[in-house]
């Protein structure tokens, strides 16, 4: 099991910054891929964006040029620089690891999540 914690949202304007991070604990020698993903109310979890244990990178299309998703290997922690912020970019930001045991794939474990809001 992977333990995941979520830091770095808050209020900003739009056209601000923030940089949030993901800290990776547990069985982080199974993680295959982490993504960001966020939650508005009234609306479903969407992922914004993921990066696989090789680097490749995805991006949903609303956020493309704008956010940027890194990790650091050496600190177990997964990064999303997030620019340009728009107040459709308010929610809650969670972070989740897909993780692959004795060949099966499972992407389970979820941080709790951080509030981003943009004003405008």
């Known amino acids: 099991q992977v333990q995941l914690v979520e830091s770095g949202g808050g209020l900003v304007q739009a056209g601000g910054s923030l940089r949030l991070s993901c800290a990776a604990s547990?069985?982080?020698?199974?993680?295959?891929?982490i993504g960001w993903y966020r939650q508005a109310p009234g609306t479903q979890r969407e992922l914004v964006a993921s990066i696989s244990r090789g680097g490749n990178t995805n991006y949903a299309d609303s956020v493309k040029g704008r956010f940027t998703i890194s990790r650091d290997n050496a600190k177990n922690t997964v990064q999303l620089q997030m620019n340009s912020l728009k107040p459709e970019d308010t929610a809650v930001y969670y972070c989740?690891?897909?993780?692959?045991?004795?060949?099966?794939?499972?992407?389970?474990?979820w941080g709790r999540g951080t509030q981003v809001t943009v004003s405008s």
């Open positions: 989740r690891a897909c993780s692959v045991i004795i060949g099966t794939s499972a992407c389970n474990d």
């Open positions: 547990g069985s982080i020698f199974s993680i295959n891929s």
